[in-house]
Each structure stands twice: as C-alpha cells, then as structure tokens.
C-alpha cells in the first residue's frame, strides 16, 4: 500500500455486529447515497470533523490520479469495508477518488468522534474494536507484502478470492476491466487475458465482460496459499 494515500481502509469490517440497531442509527449522519451508475464518481461531503465511511452495499474502487496523469487503481472496496480521509484540510484538487462499479453504493457515515462516545460507554465493545483494527491492519500488511512473492496468476487469484463478498458465492459481477485487473496485480492487461484463459482451459472458472463464474473454489483455495 502506498503511504502517501489520503484515504485509509479496511477490509471486511465487522464492528457493527457488536451494536444494536438504535446505536447505529445514532452513529450514522448519512444513512445513502443515490442509486449511483457504473463509473460515477463519489462526492464525498467535506467536514472539518474526521469522518469515516461504512460501505453497506455495492462495490466501489479508489483511484489515484499519477504524476504524469494516469489513473491507476490503488484498491476495490465491497459490501463491509471501512474507510476514511486522512486529510484534514479540504483539497479540491486532490488526485484520490472513488467510483461506484456496482449499480448502487449505499454508505453510512460518521464523525469518529460519535464512535469514541459509543466505545466509553460499551467498554468490551472498544476492546474488540481495538483488537480487530489491529488484525486487519496486519492482514492487509501481510497481504501486500506476500504479493511480492507470489507469481502473477497466484495474485489474479488472491485478488478474486477477496472479491467475493460470500464463500459460498459462485458468480461474480465483473465490475473490473482487464486493465483494472492488471493494475491489481501489479501485471500487464496481456499477462491478465493469458492467465484468465488459462484458467477457463483448467476448469477453475469461467470469464465474460459481465460475470466471472467459479467453478472450482476448492482449486483457488488451495492455490492461494
């Protein structure tokens, strides 16, 4: 992961099966936003208070405009995810953005000032949260690190595995495009359509522009590790 990102976030996040219904009605400033298309850019509200956003539905990727004016996709947040602005200071000019790949994005927002309240007064609650923070932040840590190790179809199928909202899940919607895929991976888009044909030929899955289908999620497990 880049340090010099201005958004941070993690992945899966589990922290409101731990509060009841009323507490986060009261966390939560921002209940949706608009049925949004493919490829809509977020507008996230600006506030001088730290907010941090909880994806409730849909699936949206973090862009990151180059030096020499490339976009290059820094990461795909779904359905769980929790993310925030580090940037404390409004920039209209900044080269970090998100955009809804799913036909809908729902989000829920919230000062972190509101958490805190909420994490004083359930104790036990602040230490899972606090114990969970920790474990994802070394997930993701080690994940990037053991891209550097992995060849690149081990990493196509990493990327895949996360992508799935459900285990049990067997279709994926293919929101990504093949240069997206690749910039993932940290591959090439030809590397990315030979791979993807070479696990159609291998039985592992099935690969159109709309749909990814699994057809072998035993397979893919036991090659990511």
Request: hydrophobic share 40%; with cysteine.
């Amino acid at each position: 992961m880049a340090s010099n990102l201005k958004y941070w976030y993690l992945h899966d996040h589990k922290l409101f099966r731990n509060l009841n219904f009323a507490e986060i009605n009261a966390l939560c400033i921002l209940k949706r936003f608009k049925k949004s298309k493919r490829n809509e850019i977020l507008d996230l509200p600006f506030s001088e208070k730290e907010r941090i956003y909880f994806l409730k539905k849909g699936t949206i990727k973090l862009i990151k405009i180059e030096e020499n004016g490339e976009e290059t996709v820094v990461d795909v947040l779904k359905k769980g995810d929790l993310f925030g602005d580090l940037n404390f200071e409004k920039n209209e000019d900044s080269n970090e953005y998100f955009k809804v790949l799913s036909e809908e994005a729902i989000l829920c927002t919230f000062f972190r000032e509101s958490l805190e309240e909420i994490m004083l007064k359930k104790p036990n609650f602040a230490l899972k949260y606090i114990k969970f923070i920790g474990f994802r932040y070394k997930k993701v840590q080690n994940n990037y690190r053991n891209l550097l190790f992995k060849d690149a179809k081990t990493r196509l199928l990493m990327l895949l595995d996360m992508l799935m909202e459900e285990k049990e899940q067997t279709i994926l919607p293919n929101y990504l495009t093949q240069k997206d895929f690749a910039q993932l991976t940290c591959t090439s888009r030809q590397t990315v359509v030979r791979l993807f044909k070479e696990l159609e030929e291998e039985n592992i899955l099935r690969y159109t522009q709309k749909e990814i289908e699994i057809l072998d999620m035993e397979k893919i497990k036991s090659l990511v590790l």
